[in-house]
């Protein structure tokens, strides 16, 4: 992955040469020469840090080492005579092998200006290999000045996608590993660091969740690594035929060489790399390989290629030879990974269709779309992965889609690392899709988003054979995206303890003690904040308990308390009291905040026993299976989830705060609202029954109708044909329904009415009034009347009934005085808390929104795009 460091780099020390070597293509050429020196003195300093000895630059060769270059003691003229010396002589050196002295063979230095190399040595030694990758970034971001890169159709592949080929495949250390297009050989050094991996006795695989949450890799590590893995199970008679067994072919000699210099600095110190045209010669056409890797050209010379007649599709175009090329020198068993342009896939050329036809038939197992934009700087053409494997190809009818969304890079010209990797997850799904087909297992799928299963004959139905998977009707999609794992292997399940009644009240001492009605305090949704109890370390001792730590997830485990579906996340240590458990998460493995979401998701009552009072054991919480996806996906959901709920506070806070407010000036007048409306309709009391209103019947509103100061028309009852004549009074445009009879708290709650209802009427508990003066704007007394100071008037002249019922008498309501202003300012002041109220029933609808985004993206972690079948039912 090209990064931002190593490209200011290069570009600087092409600026400082640019004055002396104008030429790019001699600019390239010093900057290489000075990169393979450095790095040459690099491995020196590493050999003897390690106990070893100095190879490259020892005995007469020993002055010319880097760090004597680099001597402070030197003149600018002598550290100018020295570095040309020696780079004229390196093609000499002993102890340099045959592909180094090759790069340095006629090397000279161009310039004599002591100023200008001591600037551009300055730069070079900036550079470190901490991985020998970056020196394929270097170089390949040279090749791209000089435009070598877009002509051949040559574009470097990243790392990581690299790796996630090289996994899928999984090569073996008797194998015959191939890259037909080589380039800088990083398909064969993936698959040589693969090998070294499994081939090494402290490779564990179960460890790789643990490895990313130490942070110990880079997102772009998680798939493959050979850090820290010696190969020990390997032979020396294994370790050779491995490094005999990865060959290599590209037209370029530059390539070449690149690729000689990046096999040796991994280990293989005899590269099998060939400068070869795979597609116009026959001299390797009979050699087959059990492992081919390649991301060939995409482009084609113009007149397209003139291959030998040996192909079985017949083509001028590099793509199409490169696929068939792959595809017929695989042996019996064998099997590749290719990156091919989106013409591959869907063209419609004779030429495209025939591969397509033979991959389908005999090797196709599986196509990943890749994001367009994977190859930035480079290029941003859009690519996928053909998966092949003859043998597999043998045992399924079907043919698996994968869609990666995300690689964890963004998809701007810098590739900037970002949080979120769908290749882990992929490649374990993968994976066990295959460990399926090889054991005869049903490999079938269930249901998804990103993953599905074509079958051949489908795709055999299409004239075309497309392999586009939008166009297919897909059988089954993957329901379960993550393996799922029992909560005592994450995380730690505990009960809480007894709380003596005579330290209660004591909120004074370090560490809050909860109890089981704590679990309601007001506060935030996720975080306990609030405590009315605490103890300390001595009460702690004393109670004979132990507290829970930060990010401990705790509910309520006994009682009608479990019904409450509460659960909380401690924010800092806390006791809780024995009606609570708690779920201590290991950090490790599992990241709390996700398995707080996930949680969430559920109703803690499918782990409560069927007993009078319900509670939970142990044993079942700790049985209890969620999906866990890689640390570095958890902490991703995790965040997107944690970004949904700021915006639903956020909003929360708009919606729950929010009431319009009139400044009501001294000079307006006082009017009764006897003086302004027309009276006030009632409604009939009616019998009726719940259930919903369906076309062409009748309903009478419930008093919940106006309640929440907006008409609510779905908050009805239907009435019984036999009472349909004594129904009146139908909901009208441009009036205001009042409620009469309610709690203390809802009496007088109103609601503006826009539109007509006339299958709707109102019951006896509701008014309904329409003011008809034209210089009076009935929306403008609906906000006087909804005011707080209204409503409290409406308080005070409340009648009292039975139980906690208030009703308002018509005499008293209408006798209650309003301020009036002209009629210009009542629609000023209408249209302005219009417009308020447009941005609060935005925020309305983005609590929805986001509320379903949350659950969504649970759903989606559990397998499926929407949350019905999550365990114990939707939250």
Same mark, same amino acid.
């Given at each position: 992955?090209?990064?931002?460091?190593?490209?200011?780099?290069?570009?600087?020390?092409?600026?400082?040469?640019?004055?002396?070597?104008?030429?790019?293509?001699?600019?390239?050429?010093?900057?290489?020469?000075?990169?393979?020196?450095?790095?040459?003195?690099?491995?020196?300093?590493?050999?003897?840090?390690?106990?070893?000895?100095?190879?490259?630059?020892?005995?007469?060769? /020993?002055?010319?080492?880097?760090?004597?270059?680099? =001597?402070?003691?030197?003149?600018?003229?002598?550290?100018?005579?020295?570095?040309?010396? /020696?780079?004229?002589?390196?093609?000499?050196?002993?102890?340099?092998?045959?592909?180094?002295?090759?790069?340095?063979?006629?090397?000279?230095?161009?310039?004599?200006?002591?100023?200008?190399?001591?600037?551009?040595?300055?730069?070079?030694?900036?550079?470190?290999?901490?991985? $020998?990758?970056?020196?394929?970034?270097?170089?390949?971001?040279?090749?791209?000045?000089?435009?070598?890169?877009?002509?051949?159709?040559?574009?470097?592949?990243? &790392?990581?996608?690299?790796?996630?080929?090289?996994?899928?495949?999984?090569?073996?250390?008797?194998?015959?590993?191939?890259?037909?297009?080589?380039?800088?050989?990083?398909?064969?050094?993936?698959?040589?660091?693969?090998?070294?991996?499994?081939?090494?006795?402290?490779?564990?695989?179960?460890?790789?969740?643990?490895?990313?949450?130490?942070?110990?890799? $880079?997102?772009?590590?998680?798939?493959?690594?050979? #850090?820290?893995?010696?190969?020990?199970?390997?032979?020396?008679?294994?370790?050779?035929?491995?490094?005999?067994?990865?060959?290599?072919?590209?037209?370029?000699?530059?390539?070449?060489?690149?690729?000689?210099?990046?096999?040796?600095?991994?280990?293989?110190? %005899?590269?099998?790399?060939? %400068?070869?045209?795979?597609?116009?010669?026959?001299?390797?056409?009979?050699?087959?390989?059990?492992?081919?890797?390649?991301?060939?050209?995409?482009?084609?010379?113009?007149?397209?290629?003139?291959?030998?007649? &040996?192909?079985?599709?017949?083509?001028?175009?590099?793509?199409?030879?490169?696929?068939?090329?792959?595809?017929?020198?695989?042996?019996?068993?064998?099997?590749?990974?290719?990156?091919?342009?989106?013409?591959?896939?869907?063209?419609?050329?004779?030429?495209?269709?025939?591969?397509?036809?033979?991959?389908?038939?005999?090797?196709?197992?599986?196509?990943?779309?890749?994001?367009?934009?994977?190859?930035?700087?480079?290029?941003?053409?859009?690519?996928?992965?053909?998966?092949?494997?003859?043998?597999?190809?043998?045992?399924?009818?079907?043919?698996?889609?994968?869609?990666?969304?995300? =690689?964890?890079?963004?998809?701007?010209?810098?590739?900037?690392?970002?949080?979120?990797?769908?290749?882990?997850? =992929?490649?374990?799904?993968?994976?066990?899709?295959?460990?399926?087909?090889?054991?005869?297992?049903? /490999?079938?799928?269930?249901?998804?988003? #990103?993953?599905?299963?074509?079958?051949?004959?489908?795709?055999?139905?299409?004239?075309?054979?497309?392999?586009?998977?939008?166009?297919?009707?897909?059988?089954?999609?993957?329901?379960?995206?993550?393996?799922?794992?029992?909560?005592?292997?994450?995380?730690?399940?505990?009960?809480?303890?007894?709380?003596?009644?005579?330290?209660?009240?004591?909120?004074?001492?370090?560490?809050?003690?909860?109890?089981?009605?704590?679990?309601?305090?007001?506060?935030?949704?996720?975080?306990?904040?609030?405590?009315?109890?605490?103890?300390? &370390? #001595?009460?702690?001792?004393?109670?004979?308990?132990?507290?829970?730590?930060?990010?401990?997830?705790?509910?309520?485990?006994?009682?009608?308390?479990?019904?409450?579906?509460?659960?909380?996340?401690?924010?800092?240590?806390?006791?809780?009291?024995?009606?609570?458990?708690?779920?201590?998460?290991?950090?490790?493995?599992?990241?709390?905040?996700?398995?707080?979401?996930? @949680?969430?998701?559920?109703?803690?009552?499918?782990?409560?026993?069927?007993?009078?009072?319900?509670?939970?054991?142990?044993?079942?919480?700790?049985?209890?299976?969620?999906?866990?996806?890689?640390?570095?996906?958890?902490?991703?959901?995790?965040?997107?989830?944690?970004?949904?709920?700021?915006?639903?506070?956020?909003?929360?806070?708009?919606? %729950?705060?929010?009431?319009?407010?009139?400044?009501?000036?001294?000079?307006?007048?006082?009017?009764?609202?006897?003086?302004?409306?027309?009276?006030?309709?009632?409604?009939?009391?009616?019998?009726?029954?719940?259930?919903?209103?369906?076309?062409?019947?009748?309903?009478?509103?419930?008093?919940?109708?106006?309640?929440?100061?907006?008409?609510?028309?779905?908050?009805?009852?239907?009435?019984?044909?036999?009472?349909?004549?004594? /129904?009146?009074?139908?909901?009208?445009?441009?009036?205001?329904?009042?409620?009469?009879?309610?709690?203390?708290?809802?009496?007088?709650?109103?609601?503006?009415?826009?539109?007509?209802?006339?299958?709707?009427?109102?019951?006896?508990?509701?008014?309904?009034?329409?003011?008809?003066?034209?210089?009076?704007?009935?929306?403008?007394?609906?906000?006087?009347?909804?005011?707080?100071?209204?409503?409290?008037?409406?308080?005070?002249?409340?009648?009292?009934?039975?139980?906690?019922?208030?009703?308002?008498?018509?005499?008293?309501?209408?006798?209650?005085?309003?301020?009036?202003?002209?009629?210009?300012?009542?629609?000023?002041?209408?249209?302005?808390?219009?417009?308020?109220?447009?941005?609060?029933?935005?925020?309305?609808? @983005?609590?929805?929104?986001?509320?379903?985004?949350?659950?969504?993206?649970?759903?989606?972690?559990?397998?499926?795009?929407?949350?019905?079948?999550?365990?114990?039912?939707?939250?």
């Amino acid at each position: 992955m090209l990064d931002s460091v190593t490209k200011t780099r290069i570009n600087t020390a092409r600026d400082i040469l640019v004055g002396k070597v104008p030429d790019p293509k001699s600019q390239v050429e010093q900057i290489t020469i000075a990169l393979i020196y450095k790095f040459m003195d690099d491995m020196d300093v590493e050999a003897e840090e390690l106990g070893g000895k100095r190879t490259f630059f020892s005995g007469e060769y /020993a002055k010319y080492s880097w760090r004597k270059i680099f =001597d402070p003691r030197q003149s600018g003229h002598e550290l100018l005579n020295m570095y040309s010396e /020696a780079i004229t002589k390196m093609d000499t050196n002993p102890g340099v092998p045959k592909l180094f002295r090759d790069i340095f063979k006629n090397a000279y230095l161009p310039y004599r200006d002591p100023e200008t190399l001591k600037s551009f040595l300055k730069i070079i030694n900036e550079f470190e290999y901490t991985h $020998s990758e970056k020196l394929g970034d270097a170089f390949e971001f040279l090749l791209s000045i000089l435009g070598s890169q877009g002509d051949a159709g040559q574009f470097r592949t990243p &790392r990581h996608i690299i790796d996630f080929m090289v996994a899928i495949i999984d090569p073996k250390k008797n194998e015959v590993i191939l890259d037909p297009a080589c380039g800088t050989a990083g398909f064969l050094i993936s698959s040589y660091k693969h090998i070294i991996k499994q081939n090494s006795s402290n490779y564990i695989s179960e460890e790789a969740p643990k490895v990313i949450a130490e942070g110990t890799q $880079s997102v772009n590590e998680v798939i493959l690594t050979t #850090n820290g893995y010696i190969g020990d199970k390997l032979t020396a008679e294994e370790r050779t035929k491995l490094a005999d067994n990865m060959h290599g072919y590209d037209i370029s000699p530059d390539m070449v060489r690149l690729s000689l210099v990046n096999m040796y600095l991994h280990g293989v110190k %005899e590269p099998q790399i060939f %400068e070869y045209d795979s597609l116009t010669s026959e001299d390797h056409w009979n050699e087959y390989s059990d492992v081919i890797l390649a991301n060939p050209p995409f482009m084609s010379p113009k007149g397209g290629i003139r291959p030998h007649k &040996r192909f079985s599709v017949l083509s001028n175009r590099s793509e199409v030879l490169f696929v068939d090329y792959i595809a017929e020198h695989l042996t019996q068993d064998g099997r590749a990974a290719v990156i091919v342009p989106e013409g591959i896939i869907f063209q419609s050329g004779n030429a495209y269709k025939q591969l397509r036809k033979m991959l389908v038939e005999k090797y196709l197992v599986g196509v990943i779309s890749l994001p367009a934009g994977v190859f930035n700087p480079y290029s941003g053409v859009k690519t996928s992965i053909l998966w092949l494997d003859k043998s597999l190809a043998k045992k399924t009818d079907k043919i698996l889609f994968v869609r990666i969304e995300n =690689d964890g890079f963004d998809l701007g010209a810098q590739r900037r690392a970002i949080k979120g990797n769908d290749l882990p997850a =992929d490649l374990q799904i993968i994976s066990e899709y295959k460990n399926k087909i090889n054991l005869g297992k049903q /490999a079938d799928l269930e249901s998804g988003t #990103n993953i599905s299963l074509v079958s051949r004959e489908e795709i055999s139905t299409n004239e075309d054979y497309n392999l586009s998977e939008g166009r297919y009707k897909i059988e089954k999609v993957y329901s379960g995206k993550y393996p799922k794992t029992k909560m005592k292997e994450i995380a730690a399940v505990e009960s809480g303890y007894g709380f003596p009644l005579e330290k209660q009240g004591d909120n004074t001492k370090p560490i809050p003690f909860y109890k089981v009605s704590d679990m309601n305090l007001p506060g935030n949704e996720i975080f306990m904040k609030t405590q009315n109890n605490t103890v300390d &370390r #001595n009460d702690l001792k004393s109670l004979k308990a132990k507290s829970f730590p930060a990010n401990t997830i705790i509910f309520p485990k006994i009682g009608a308390a479990i019904a409450t579906n509460k659960k909380r996340v401690l924010t800092k240590e806390a006791v809780v009291d024995n009606n609570v458990m708690g779920i201590i998460p290991n950090n490790v493995v599992i990241n709390p905040m996700y398995l707080y979401s996930i @949680l969430r998701s559920i109703n803690i009552s499918v782990w409560a026993s069927e007993a009078q009072p319900p509670s939970m054991k142990k044993s079942t919480v700790e049985e209890f299976e969620i999906p866990l996806p890689p640390l570095d996906m958890q902490e991703e959901i995790a965040s997107e989830i944690e970004s949904y709920q700021k915006i639903i506070d956020g909003a929360r806070q708009v919606v %729950e705060n929010y009431k319009p407010r009139i400044d009501i000036d001294p000079a307006w007048e006082m009017v009764e609202l006897g003086d302004i409306i027309d009276g006030l309709e009632t409604g009939v009391s009616v019998n009726s029954e719940s259930k919903n209103i369906s076309e062409g019947e009748f309903g009478i509103l419930k008093t919940s109708a106006v309640t929440y100061g907006v008409f609510r028309p779905e908050e009805h009852k239907t009435i019984l044909p036999e009472e349909i004549h004594r /129904a009146k009074c139908n909901p009208r445009k441009d009036s205001i329904i009042i409620s009469r009879m309610n709690t203390e708290n809802l009496v007088g709650a109103s609601a503006y009415v826009k539109e007509n209802y006339n299958n709707l009427f109102l019951p006896d508990r509701l008014w309904q009034t329409t003011i008809t003066k034209p210089d009076i704007s009935t929306k403008f007394i609906h906000l006087i009347i909804s005011s707080d100071t209204y409503r409290e008037k409406i308080s005070e002249i409340c009648g009292g009934t039975s139980g906690s019922m208030k009703n308002i008498s018509k005499r008293n309501f209408l006798t209650i005085s309003i301020p009036i202003p002209e009629i210009g300012i009542q629609n000023n002041i209408v249209s302005q808390i219009e417009k308020e109220q447009t941005i609060v029933n935005a925020n309305k609808q @983005l609590i929805q929104m986001y509320e379903k985004k949350i659950k969504d993206r649970i759903a989606k972690v559990w397998g499926g795009p929407s949350v019905k079948n999550l365990p114990g039912g939707q939250i």
